[in-house]
């Protein structure tokens, strides 16, 4: 019982940067686990997408498959159910992503392990683990005491964890070329989809100005549309003004959505999920209006302005135009 | 098609201010409201019966005042309710509630069970996998569309960045279900009153064979928790003065970050 397990993620031929988020947390945490960071990776051509896990965890276990290609829990299960069983770890880490939320809980409920997710931080004394996570929103902090249990099950919110520095460990990898997978599997993976086309690509912007729920709805949106004109600006959203329908969802910005780096974001009426900030938080300069003071966006922002945006955006938008 | 949905009451925290009582969030001022996840997933089972024929059942399982999500479900279109109800449920880890669920389930017959891809609240999203593993079903997380078949479902699973997968499952399956599938019927204080009589089917955990000490805190991974309020102010530089100052300030920020005239 010693040691971390970080399932490595990967998609249409890349590795996805929040394994070396696990990876870096993994790390951290392993000299009080008393153990070794492993990583296991499982794919098509694992070679090909392992360069970035060298030198950032003690061992790596490569599983290849051509049906690895693709994420697929029913055929994940069983490979990992066998390592787990061999190596025994203390810990298992996976990015709290569309996989690993699709995962890990999947991987817990088959062995009986004990299950915390989207943690933004992680102790271990007397062989049990703490975590702390985001909760309501993102308003209030939760710190969860676990029972000590011989292996856990966890996933780590996007951005919570630094990636190591390449030479952080030296890796000593095995390779294992699966002959056969599980012989019955349930769910198939069938294509994936790119995005709708866009109209406007916010992720270009030099300026956003970025609605949230705040705006209220549709008839609103005109108001931040006039903002955003007079400033030169593009107009971007949280994601339920995408989901419903108030702006296309080619603007939303966030995990789910686009990724932005303008010089200026401002956000108007937006809560600050972390979902939301992991798409926004590394903007110019952000600025943020919101009613509530405890908004969590103010957490991210450089400047805040708490006060109803309706109030703001009319007179803001008569001091930039003409 | 049978389809279940499990259906969560949460408070509304957006605009609210939270308070902290003994390490817990004090509820006494916040409004109930259904997990938005779970009210895409309520319209989404309605539609797919709608189109196709069927039967949607709701379930949860909360406090007496909770009864209302199921309540709200029904006046969307679902046809019958179950309220899991008993203090031994309290204190209940993701993995004892999918037991709960599991056992509340079992000779349903239901092809297709349907659960919000997180709740609101806490944000586990762990639940409706969980309950799948439990029931030795097929699952598939973060649907934004369904589109059921001959013996299957096909779901089209959001990704990051703008992506997304299409993956098919044989049916009785678990889906998971994301914001933005579909666009919620609105419902009226009328249809809630409509629906008043409807009888809700009520069971504790001695009806679902479940003995108490596989339940709650007892049988949580969790040994002890505490609930925090981030410190205010910790963050942001805070503009203030009167709204014509402020926005005076805001727009000179935005001229000299922004490279404006
Ligand atoms: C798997 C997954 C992926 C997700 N991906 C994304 C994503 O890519 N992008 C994203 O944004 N979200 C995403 N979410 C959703 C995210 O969790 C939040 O639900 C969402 O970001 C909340 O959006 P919001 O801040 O606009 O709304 P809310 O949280 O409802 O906040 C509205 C805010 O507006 C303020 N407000 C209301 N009226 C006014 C007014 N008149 N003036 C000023 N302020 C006002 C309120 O105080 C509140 O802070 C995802 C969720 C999941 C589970
Ligand atoms: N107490 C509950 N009652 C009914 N449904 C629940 C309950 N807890 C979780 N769920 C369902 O499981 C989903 C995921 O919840 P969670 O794992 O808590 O994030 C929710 O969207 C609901 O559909």
Redesign the interface.
């Known amino acids: 019982m010693s040691g971390v397990l970080v399932i490595a993620e990967h998609?249409?031929g890349a590795l996805?940067e929040a394994t070396l988020e696990c990876l870096g947390a993994a790390l951290s945490l392993a000299p009080s686990l008393g153990g070794q960071v492993t990583a296991a990776l499982l794919a098509d051509d694992p070679q090909s997408l392992a360069g970035e896990l060298q030198g950032r965890a003690h061992g790596l276990k490569l599983y290849a498959h051509p049906e690895l290609a693709?994420y697929?829990?029913?055929l994940y299960l069983p490979v990992l159910a066998d390592i787990i069983a061999a190596s025994q770890p203390s810990l298992i880490l996976m990015p709290?992503?569309?996989?690993g939320?699709?995962l890990?809980?999947?991987l817990?409920?088959?062995l009986g392990l004990?299950?915390?997710?989207?943690c933004a931080g992680l102790s271990w004394s007397d062989g049990?683990l703490s975590v702390q996570?985001?909760?309501?929103?993102g308003?209030?902090?939760?710190?969860?005491?676990?029972?000590p249990?011989a292996t856990?099950v966890a996933t780590l919110q996007a951005g919570a964890f630094q990636a190591p520095p390449a030479g952080a460990a030296p890796t000593a990898s095995d390779r294992t070329a699966l002959t056969e997978l599980a012989p019955r599997h349930?769910?198939?993976?069938?294509?994936?989809?790119?995005?709708?086309v866009e109209d406007v690509d916010i992720a270009e912007a030099?300026?956003l100005v970025s609605v949230g729920?705040g705006i209220g709805g549709p008839d609103n949106v005109p108001q931040a549309q006039a903002l955003a004109e007079a400033?030169?600006a593009t107009l971007s959203c949280s994601?339920?003004v995408?989901?419903?329908?108030w702006l296309p969802?080619?603007r939303?910005v966030g995990?789910?959505?686009?990724?932005v780096r303008p010089?200026?974001y401002?956000a108007l009426g937006i809560?600050g999920a972390f979902q939301h900030q992991a798409g926004m938080n590394n903007s110019?300069?952000?600025?943020?209006v919101n009613?509530?003071?405890?908004a969590?966006i103010?957490?991210?922002?450089?400047?805040?302005?708490?006060?109803d945006m309706f109030?703001?955006l009319p007179?803001?938008t008569e001091?930039?135009k003409g | 098609m049978k389809i279940l949905v499990l259906v969560k009451n949460v408070p509304e925290v957006a605009e609210a201010e939270l308070e902290i009582e003994q390490g817990a969030l004090d509820l006494e001022d916040l409004e109930m409201v259904v997990n938005e996840w779970d009210n895409y997933a309520v319209e989404e089972a309605v539609r797919l019966t709608e189109a196709a024929g069927g039967d949607v059942h709701l379930m949860t399982l909360g406090g007496e005042d909770d009864e209302d999500v199921l309540r709200r479900g029904l006046a969307m279109g679902a046809h019958s309710a179950t309220h899991l109800c008993d203090e031994a449920f309290e204190g209940s880890d993701p993995t004892t509630l999918a037991r709960v669920f599991a056992a509340a389930v079992k000779d349903g017959g239901y092809d297709l069970i349907l659960t919000g891809v997180q709740s609101a609240d806490l944000g586990q999203a762990s639940t409706g996998v969980l309950l799948a593993q439990e029931l030795g079903l097929p699952h598939a997380t973060m649907a934004i569309a369904l589109e059921p078949g001959a013996g299957e479902v096909t779901v089209t699973r959001e990704l990051e960045n703008n992506t997304s997968e299409k993956v098919a499952l044989p049916l009785p399956a678990v889906v998971t279900v994301q914001s933005g599938i579909n666009q919620p019927r609105y419902v009226s204080i009328m249809g809630i009153r409509k629906v008043r009589k409807m009888t809700i089917e009520m069971l504790e955990a001695g009806d679902l064979g479940l003995e108490s000490q596989a339940l709650g805190r007892e049988a949580s991974s969790v040994a002890g928790q505490s609930l925090a309020l981030p410190p205010v102010g910790e963050g942001a530089q805070m503009l203030t003065g009167s709204l014509d100052s402020v926005c005076g300030q805001a727009a000179a920020i935005l001229r000299e970050k922004g490279g404006l005239a």
């Open positions: 998609r249409q996805r693709a697929n829990p029913e709290h992503s569309s996989q939320m699709d890990a809980p999947a817990a409920g088959r004990p299950l915390v997710t989207d049990a996570r985001n909760v309501y929103g308003k209030a902090v939760l710190d969860l005491a676990l029972k249990a856990v349930a769910r198939r993976f069938l294509e994936y989809l790119a995005g709708v030099d300026i729920r400033l030169g994601r339920p995408a989901d419903a329908g969802k080619s939303q995990t789910s959505g686009k990724t010089k200026i401002l809560s110019g300069t952000i600025i943020a009613s509530d003071p405890r969590p103010f957490q991210v922002a450089h400047y805040g302005i708490v006060a109030e703001v007179k803001l001091l930039f």
